[in-house]
């Protein structure tokens, strides 16, 4: 079982304003720690509160598989809630919490997962992530269910911001996309509908990617003028496409992009025009190279910084 974390445990409580969303779980930690805490709490401990403590002391007693055997059948809807919360693989638990932030009923989210007894899926808010009753306090959610990360540091790693974020704002609907790729595509009933169904396919998984690089680009000195230039352009086209002419624009624009856009053929470091390929019209600066040949995979920002001529690290640096 995870450590107690060592907090203030005056927050604690179902009143407080930063309170954790496993503020029960938590409360029962610190009370099967000291007999003090139970005593301070007793008036106002919920039958949630003294459950989990009744659990913790037995899962900590339990020394081989027959305890947790006895341990799920004592309380098999807690113990499937517990599961989730507690299993090294994370998926399941993202899904679940995003589908909490999504106000998406207790029914639902078990027929999802495939959690025998949505009781269970109660059972884990109550201990594990008390939210839904907060979730249109925005600054609660930005500040303490979803985090900081949230404003400064996601990445398409992070997963349970991404599903919580998109669940809170966009529904389960979104979540059926993020967590489970469930692109709306027809069945095939014959060979003749394949090209339309890989069309829809593409556009749809493009367009989620395009949707989760505006989300998660950073703002830096790097990025700052691409985003602006990002933004220009399209609204170039919002206001072509008003007059009637969007189409032809954003052709245009597509074809000034990659005539001008210079290529690398195979492993050799010169960059040829891509109007005519026996123009050489630069040459990848050696750190490129040297990165190439290290098989490293590098950030946005750091692909931006060795475009502009600048190296924000050394080879020697990223071998380590």
Known sequence: MPPIDHKNPARLSPD????????????????????????????????????????????????????????????????????????????????????????????????????PDPRSVQWYEDLFFHARDRLDNRGYVGGIVIGESLHYGATERDLDILWKTFGWRCGPAMLDILCQRDFPMPKLGDAQGFAAAVERAVQAQVGLKALLATFLMPINNFTQQVILDTYTRLEEIRRMADNGSGRDVLIVSLENMFTGMPWQVGSRPHLRSAVNVDDVVGRLPEEVLAIDASELELRDHELAELTNGNNPFTVESTST
């Open 16 to 115: 407080d304003s930063s309170r954790p969303v496993d503020w029960r779980w938590q409360r029962a930690s610190y009370m099967r720690a000291s007999a003090e805490y139970a005593d301070i709490w007793k008036a106002d401990n919920d039958h949630a509160v003294l459950t989990a403590y009744e659990f913790q002391v037995l899962e900590a007693q339990a020394r081989d598989g027959l305890d947790f055997i006895r341990l799920k059948r004592k309380w098999p809807r807690l113990y499937a809630a517990y599961a989730i919360w507690s299993d090294k693989n994370r998926l399941p638990r993202h899904e679940l919490e995003a589908r909490i932030m999504a106000r998406e009923e207790p029914e639902s989210i078990a027929h999802k997962l495939a959690i």
